[in-house]
Nanobody, 123 residues
């Protein structure tokens, strides 16, 4: 069993900052890419930022220069530092990871999602 648990969402005024965390736990052999997605009401889920196991990152154009993704491989945790928040950043933020699980003769990759954390930015 592998799971992702997010924390750090909440209500913040425009221009403020929040830091999201996502910790992976369970029978983890290794973790490849980790990322953050978001889904606003009535919209499709979209990629916000992603980071490889080697530390390469990519960002949605809408958050470049404001958000920073990082990870602590020793803690199986990924972070999203969000600065200069705007009302249009309001959404449920989901953590995602591609996790390698090895058990007995089984060696497979799982794509795992967190439960989501709500970020609300007031104007």
């Amino acid at each position: 069993q592998v799971q992702l648990v997010e924390s750090g969402g909440g209500l913040v005024q425009a221009g403020g900052s929040l830091r999201l965390s996502c910790a992976a736990s369970g029978s983890i052999f290794s973790i490849n890419a980790m990322g953050w997605y978001r889904q606003a009401p009535g919209k499709q889920r979209e990629l916000v930022a992603a980071i490889t196991s080697g530390g390469s990152t990519n960002y949605a154009d809408s958050v470049k220069g404001r958000f920073t993704i990082s990870r602590d491989n020793a803690k199986n945790t990924v972070y999203l530092q969000m600065n200069s928040l705007k009302p249009e950043d309001t959404a449920v933020y989901y953590c995602n990871a591609r996790i390698r699980v090895v058990a007995g003769n089984s060696d497979r990759y799982l794509e795992v999602w967190g439960q989501g954390t709500l970020v609300t930015v007031s104007s």
